[in-house]
C-alpha cells in the first residue's frame, strides 16, 4: 500500500522558514516524480512543485518561485519542501503527492499557518 | 497558465439520479484531464485520468469524456457516498491547474 506521511508543518511568522517533509513508502520511490499540491482553508487546490524521479527537474509555481525549493533524498524516501519568505497567502494544507500528471496517491497533509 | 472552469459551482441531485459536471480548459490539453473526488476533511482521490481512463478501484458508476477544451464527469447513479466536491485538472502544460471545483449536494 502506497503511504505518504507529512511532517514538519505548524505556525511560523510572516517572512519565516519551514521545511516540510514527505516519508514515503509501499512503492519504489525513485521511480516515480513527485510533487506538492496545496489547499488555502475553504478553497480549491493549487499545484506547487514537481520534481522527477532522479531529482534533476523541477517546476514551480509563480506564487511560490524563488521562496519554495523542492528536493528528494530517494536513498531515504523522503521528499522535502523547503520554504523560504512565507506571507499570509502561503497558509494552506499541504500534500504531498506522487505523480507529476495526474496524481494516484496523497499523503494526509500538513497544515502551514503563517501568522503574527 | 491554462485556466480551468467548472460547472456548475454546486449540483443539487438526488440519490439514484445522474450526474453530470463540466469542465472547460481555456486552451487544449488534449486528453490530458483527471478528475477527483474530495470529502471534507479527506484527501483528494483520484477517479479519471486521461480524460476517460477509471483509476484503480474507482466504481463503474463514475465515466468521464471529452477532449480538447471541453469534458465531462457523469456519475451514472449517485450513491451516498458520492456527495462530494469534484476538481478537474489538466497535465498537459505546467504549471499544472485545477478547476475551482463542484459541489455535489443532496437534494
Known amino acids: 500500500e502506497v503511504q505518504l506521511l507529512e511532517s514538519g508543518g505548524g505556525l511560523v511568522q510572516p517572512g519565516g522558514s519551514l521545511r516540510l517533509s514527505c516519508a514515503a513508502s509501499g512503492f519504489t520511490f525513485s521511480s516515480y516524480g513527485m510533487s506538492w499540491v496545496r489547499q488555502a482553508p475553504g478553497k480549491g487546490l493549487e499545484w506547487v512543485s514537481r520534481i522527477d524521479d532522479s531529482g534533476g527537474s523541477t517546476n514551480y509555481a509563480d506564487s511560490v518561485k524563488g521562496r519554495i525549493t523542492i528536493s528528494r533524498d530517494n536513498s531515504k524516501n523522503t521528499l522535502h519542501l523547503q520554504m523560504n519568505s512565507l506571507r499570509a497567502e502561503d497558509t494552506a494544507v499541504y500534500y504531498c503527492?506522487?505523480?507529476?500528471?495526474?496524481?494516484?496517491?496523497w499523503g494526509q497533509g500538513s497544515l502551514v499557518t503563517v501568522s503574527s | 497558465e491554462i485556466v480551468m472552469t467548472q460547472s456548475p459551482a454546486t449540483l443539487s441531485v438526488s440519490p439514484g439520479e445522474r450526474a453530470t459536471l463540466s469542465c472547460r480548459a481555456s486552451q487544449s490539453v488534449s486528453s490530458n484531464l483527471a478528475w477527483y473526488q474530495q470529502k471534507p476533511g479527506q484527501a483528494p482521490r483520484l477517479l479519471i485520468y486521461?480524460?476517460?481512463t477509471r483509476a484503480t478501484g474507482i466504481p463503474g458508476r463514475f465515466s468521464g469524456s471529452g477532449s480538447g477544451t471541453e469534458f465531462t464527469l457523469t456519475i451514472s447513479s449517485l450513491q451516498s457516498e458520492d456527495f462530494a466536491v469534484y476538481y478537474c485538472?489538466?497535465?498537459?502544460?505546467?504549471?499544472?491547474?485545477f478547476g475551482q471545483g463542484t459541489k455535489v449536494e443532496i437534494k
Open positions: 485538472q489538466q497535465y498537459n502544460n505546467w504549471p499544472r491547474t
Open positions: 486521461g480524460a476517460s
Open positions: 503527492v506522487r505523480g507529476w500528471g495526474w496524481v494516484d496517491s
